[in-house]
């Protein structure tokens, strides 16, 4: 941190200055030329947050996704499936049982092992022909996508999540003060910040696996010299499977995750993969770090595209995603 | 001499019987959306298809019914390759579908190419599909986005009062209609709902939060077009948002196939009121009986049957009743059969069908309410029917053209 101050004193006081102005613009009740240059105050904090949360939750989909290809080099275009498949199960073991943790639980557990089986049973057998590993994901994600089709039809599924977690709650934010002199508070969903809380604990835990445990430092030498590390003499394959199945298992997790966010149908599958594709281009593929701040950028460029100009909305994402490859084609932390 | 002279006439009359034959069937084809964020919809359209032709036997006009299923996903190019694959590949003689709005303006387009080919529409509601250069071989007996909001705009100002409205709606063809229809009155009779206050938000959006943030609070109610899973995520995160403005609702937006779908009830669609080409609830024999054949046969489907399978079914109907007219004649360019299709006027089970000039339908318009029904589902109450509405809302073909073309500013309205 010190040295950065040192080397970018510049850069530093921009940053600064622009963090200093972000809390102000949240906490500060909004002078009128303000209000008619952005619009209500209200707009802009609910888009900032949404942009976050939903930050938050591409970054659940992409951590998995990025993982997957720092080791194995291998681009799972099955992910958005997995997402797909987690969400449908999680549903049914929540209505089965009425327990939405419980579901959360076994769509992390069954996605994961789907994961393993995925490794263990097919991408074993075609072990470092990555383009071909790349080509079955897809043919895989087809037919996945056309067997819970057939199973779970076209409707659209929406969790119950437990009581507490429904509904809003009031920030501590003032929106506007009444010309009466009454404060009005922002009104926010509690679960969308529960999202957001659940991916930075996911994101801390996943540092601390990678960078605290023996395993997480196998991992990590695969990541920079697979050779190297099945010739000291590491069950690679072992390796191999653990990150596929954590993995996949964070796919289906925020399969229950997301699909209570907002919900579950056809297409959903897709839309994932999407967006985790756009979010490691632009953060760097096989990074995790990168994943987080890609999935930042991506939600609060999705969400302030639909609040502030929804038509062409769709068009900022790809646009940031231009530029990144344009000025910095490894990703935002990526490595070349 | 006398045998050979019997197995040449013999050879003769087989090898003409052979064509005739294969003339026995029919190729209807069937184009919905079962991909994208409309598969739902398009599930229930099938089922439409499928009461009508069971209801024929899969026969009609003496002849053999054979049906060929296509699959779109809303957007317009995906209906047209599945319609040329219908038509081109497999040679479907008659073709119901599309689904969407902007599938219909494109199918018609196509439908020029094709003169030998008869089009009848799913359930697209656009309005341009028939108002403006219509085919003369794409008939809608589904009537259009505008006339289902028939009534509507009227009781949203005088019944329900509300002076100053939003709009959401998404961003295309069939909603613009919507839009139109419901404004159209709305506007007449004074109230405002100026282009900064409408959003559009384009088809499968699913996180709407920084919409509903955007939305103002100095409206008396919002009205809602968004269709299938699109209008599933709005109403969930509106009442996440803890939003309480009332919501006034285009006609898939308070369908069976959003009311009829898993999760929580809804709280916040009670009480909405909307328009369309049927109503649940109908206090009616015809319907009655409709819908306890629907029951019957999709013990998977909706509780009750959506706009969707009422408007393929009407379609499909039309097309197998003029069969029926024309004994199955397909020849000639399928003159005869669009004569008769022309000319039908039949009883469906939301009242007496026919189409106008320009092929679009005429048909009577239910002013709804959503309810809780007595088992717990939500579905329509019927308000008020309005008998006979045709595509230019009761005025000249002339003077409705100079309403202009449906559009995100049509009408100005502020």
Excluded at chain 1, 100 to 119: C, D, P
Excluded at chain 2, 143 to 170: D, I, P
């Amino acid at each position: 941190m010190r040295n950065f101050v040192e080397r970018h004193t510049f850069w530093a006081i921009v940053i600064l200055v622009a963090a200093a102005l972000l809390v102000w613009m949240i906490f500060a009740v909004w002078p009128d030329w303000l209000v008619q240059m952005l619009g209500r105050k209200k707009t802009f904090v609910n888009t900032l947050l949404n942009g976050i949360t939903l930050g938050g939750l591409y970054f659940l989909v992409a951590s998995g996704f990025t993982l997957i290809f720092g080791l194995m080099r291998n681009v799972n275009l099955a992910h958005g499936a997995m997402y797909l498949l987690g969400g449908y199960i999680g549903y049914e073991i929540s209505e089965y049982t009425g327990n939405w943790f419980l579901g959360l639980a076994v769509a992390f557990l069954a996605v994961g092992i789907s994961g393993i089986l995925l490794q263990v049973l097919i991408f074993r057998r075609m072990e470092g022909d990555d383009l071909r590993q790349t080509l079955v994901t897809i043919g895989i994600s087809i037919i996945a996508a056309d067997v819970m089709l057939a199973v779970w039809t076209g409707t659209t599924y929406q969790f119950s999540p437990p009581e507490w977690l429904f509904g809003a709650t009031v920030l501590p934010v003032i929106s506007v003060i009444k010309s009466s002199g009454a404060e009005v508070y922002i009104k926010y969903p509690i679960y969308r910040l529960a999202v957001l809380v659940v991916a930075v604990a996911v994101g801390v835990g996943l540092w601390l696996f990678l960078n605290r445990t023996k395993i997480g430092m196998m991992i990590r030498a695969g990541v920079n010299d697979r050779e190297m590390l099945s010739a000291s003499g590491v069950n690679v394959q072992l390796v191999f499977s653990v990150v596929f199945a954590l993995g996949a298992g964070l796919a289906g997790f925020a399969g229950v995750i997301g699909g209570t966010a907002l919900s579950i149908a056809p297409g959903e599958d897709v839309r994932y993969l999407l967006a985790s594709l756009v979010v490691v281009i632009v953060g760097g593929l096989g990074s995790i770090s990168g994943a987080a701040i890609g999935a930042l950028i991506i939600g609060l460029a999705e969400q302030f595209g639909l609040a502030y100009f929804p038509t062409y909305g769709v068009v900022l994402t790809f646009l940031i995603m231009v530029v990144v490859l344009a000025v910095r084609p490894q990703g935002i932390m990526g490595e070349r | 001499m006398g045998i050979l002279k019997y197995t040449m006439a013999a050879a003769v009359a087989v090898s003409l019987a052979g064509p005739a034959v294969a003339a026995d069937k029919i190729k209807m084809g069937a184009l919905a959306t079962l991909e994208g964020a409309f598969a739902v919809l398009g599930e229930d359209s099938m089922r439409g298809v499928k009461m009508a032709l069971e209801e024929f036997g899969y026969k009609a006009g003496g002849k053999e019914i054979e049906l060929i299923t296509g699959s779109s996903d809303a957007t317009p190019d995906s209906a047209i390759r599945a319609t040329r694959k219908l038509v081109e590949q497999d040679g479907v003689q008659i073709l119901i579908g599309p689904l969407s709005g902007s599938e219909g303006l494109a199918v018609k387009d196509y439908a020029k190419t094709q003169p030998n080919v008869t089009f009848l529409n799913g359930s697209s509601a656009a309005q341009d599909t028939t108002l403006r250069s219509p085919a003369d071989n794409f008939f809608r007996f589904s009537t259009e986005g505008a006339q289902w909001m028939a009534g509507l705009g009227e009781y949203a100002y005088n019944e329900k009062g509300y002076r100053n409205m939003a709009v959401l709606a998404e961003d295309y063809s069939f909603p613009y209609t919507q839009v139109f229809g419901f404004l159209e009155p709305f506007c007449r009779l004074g109230g405002k709902a100026p282009a900064d206050a409408r959003f559009w938000v384009p088809i499968g959006n699913k996180d709407y939060s920084s919409v509903i943030a955007a939305l103002p609070d100095d409206v008396d109610a919002i009205f809602v077009a968004l269709g299938g899973a699109d209008a599933v995520n709005f109403l969930t995160q509106y009442e996440q948002s803890g939003g309480d403005l009332p919501l006034v609702g285009g006609s898939i937006t308070v369908d069976q196939s959003v009311l009829g779908s898993k999760g929580n009830i809804r709280k916040s669609i009670i009480g909405t009121p909307s328009g369309g080409p049927m109503s649940d609830t109908w206090d009616d024999p015809r319907w009655d009986a409709f819908v306890k054949t629907y029951q019957g046969m999709f013990p998977d489907g909706f509780p009750s049957p959506s706009l969707f399978a009422h408007a393929y079914y009407i379609n499909t109907k039309a097309a197998l009743l003029a069969l029926n007219e024309v004994n199955g004649d397909l020849s000639d360019g399928e003159k005869k059969f669009r004569a008769a299709l022309s000319k039908l006027s039949f009883e469906t089970p939301t009242g007496m069908v026919s189409v106008d000039e320009r092929r679009n339908g005429i048909a009577d318009i239910f002013l709804t309410e959503v309810i809780e029904g007595p088992d717990g589902n939500l579905v329509n109450k019927t308000i008020k029917v309005i008998p006979q509405v045709n595509q230019t809302l009761g005025v000249s073909y002339d003077k409705f053209l100079e309403y202009g073309q449906v559009s995100r500013e049509n009408p100005k309205c502020d």
